[in-house]
């Protein structure tokens, strides 16, 4: 059973730091375009960030760009999120996902998905 599990969510006033990790089993973790989205409320899925677990390409959704660190490690089957200088409008619930925004539309009937965490900037 294909399994992807997010922590790291919370509170942080803006200008702060966040680490998110999704940690996975279930299926082989190299060689994957690994995904994170976000959701903020009563807005659509956007991506954030994608790494291929088997070269470590990276790609930043422009909002994020010079923030964001996303990086994976495939002995831990787990990829993370560093979020710096968080921003009120990074507010959302983050998921990681596998294959789930294929030619960069998210859709969460597709590839596999975690039950997200809550990340919340605010003063």
């Given amino acids: 059973e294909v399994q992807l599990v997010e922590s790291g969510g ?17 299926f082989t973790f190299r060689f994957n375009w690994m995904y994170w ?21 990276q790609e930043y959704a422009n909002a994020v760009k010079g923030r964001f660190s996303i990086s994976s490690d495939n002995e831990k089957s ?3 999120l560093q979020m710096d200088r968080l921003k009120p409008e990074d507010t959302a619930v983050y998921y990681c996902s596998r294959g789930g925004c294929p030619n960069g539309i998210c859709d ?3 590839g596999d ?11």
Avoid: D, F, H, I
């Fill in 10 to 26: 919370g509170l942080v006033q803006p200008g702060g730091s966040l680490r998110l990790s999704c940690a996975t089993s279930g």
């Fill in 37 to 57: 989205v976000r959701q903020a409320p009563g807005k659509g899925l956007e991506w954030v960030s994608r790494v291929y677990t088997g070269l470590s390409n």
């Fill in 78 to 80: 787990t990829m993370y």
């Fill in 108 to 110: 969460r009937s597709r």
């Fill in 113 to 123: 998905w975690g039950q997200g965490t809550q990340v919340t900037v605010s003063s």
